[in-house]
Nanobody
Framework: QVQLVESGGGLVQPGGSLRLSCAAS????????MAWYRQVPGKERDLVAPITQGGSTYYADAMKGRFTISRDNAKNTVYLQMNSLQPEGKAVYYCNARPARLRYWGQGTQVTVSS
């Protein structure tokens, strides 16, 4: 069983940066592909960025150059560095395996981008 706890969200001005962390319990973390997801009220949860067990990443065009996903398998932690945040980045951010597993969803961390 894996428990995921997200942290690092908050209020940031447009153009600002945040670094999110996702701490995982459980020995299988190293064997999981992981990802960050986000959700705004009334919409489905969307993929932000995935990362393989070995650290290979992928970014959609909207995130490329601004977001960086990384992981530290020794610390059982996945990170999401977000730069140049814009108001459309406001959402609750979650981490999960890739593909996501229902029982792994945590509480998420709220990111608000506003002046």
């Amino acid at each position: 069983q894996v428990q995921l706890v997200e942290s690092g969200g908050g209020l940031v001005q447009p153009g600002g940066s945040l670094r999110l962390s996702c701490a995982a319990s459980g020995s299988i973390f190293k064997s999981l592909r992981m990802a960050w997801y986000r959700q705004v009220p009334g919409k489905e949860r969307d993929l932000v960025a995935p990362i393989t067990q070995g650290g290979s990443t992928y970014y959609a065009d909207a995130m490329k150059g601004r977001f960086t996903i990384s992981r530290d398998n020794a610390k059982n932690t996945v990170y999401l560095q977000m730069n140049s945040l814009q108001p459309e980045g406001k959402a609750v951010y979650y981490c999960n395996a890739r593909p996501a597993r229902l029982r792994y969803w945590g509480q998420g961390t709220q990111v608000t981008v506003s002046s």
